[in-house]
């Protein structure tokens, strides 16, 4: 089910629409508490199945006319799994489910040959299940889980800068160079989050964070005809 509100305005120089959606979902799948899936010949007996939902909200603004042209998008929305087995039975988010996602893009026209852009981009981090307690056995520490993708990982955030000059156009053929850096603001946004023991204080369980990419500038050559 959705709900929406289209518009252009301003002799269709700006455009907006809003739009609130509600959808059940049948047949979904997940892995039983304690799944043994290496060396498992047979997967299927460690999935469970239940329903899901998801709804929110969606807005996008957009210009489309002039010297400075782009579009600002917003989502506010849930996406939550609700499974026999899994977390005493109550609704639970799913993978997908990033509550808050935020999108911003300009491009400024400053002359025929120069051209620049900026996008910048946020979500929520998804769910994860990550470790409430630990104890030991035989001398070796035993993870303790309890709420199945009760944690989050942290927001994800970048910005990306680009700069295209022409540098030659004829009736038929064009080139151009773009200069762009990407994660302008050079965010360490994290890929994976692993505890592992302290290893100066074994009592101790610390969180390592693995990040993919930082800043990274590029230039590209660019011909079409």
Known sequence: MSLGYYRNFSSNHYEFSAELYYKALQNQIDYKNG?????????????????????????????????????????????ELKIP??????????????????????MYKASKKWTFSATWVYNTGYPITWPSGKYEVNSQPVW??????????????????????VVKKTQHTESSWTFSVYNAYDRWNAYTITFQQDPNNPAQTQAEKTALFGIIPSITYNFKF
């Open 144 to 165: 303790l889980y309890t709420q199945r993708n009760g944690s989050r990982m942290p927001d994800y955030s970048r910005l990306d800068l680009g700069a295209t000059v």
């Open 85 to 106: 087995g899994v977390n005493n039975g109550s609704y639970y988010p799913s993978r997908q489910d990033e509550p808050q996602n935020v999108s911003i893009v300009a």
């Open 35 to 79: 799944a043994q899936l290496i060396a498992n010949e047979n997967i299927e007996s460690q999935l469970i199945y239940g329903v899901g939902r998801a709804y929110g909200l969606e807005m996008y603004f957009k210009k489309k006319v002039g010297a400075l042209t782009g579009w600002v998008s917003y989502t506010l929305s849930r996406s």
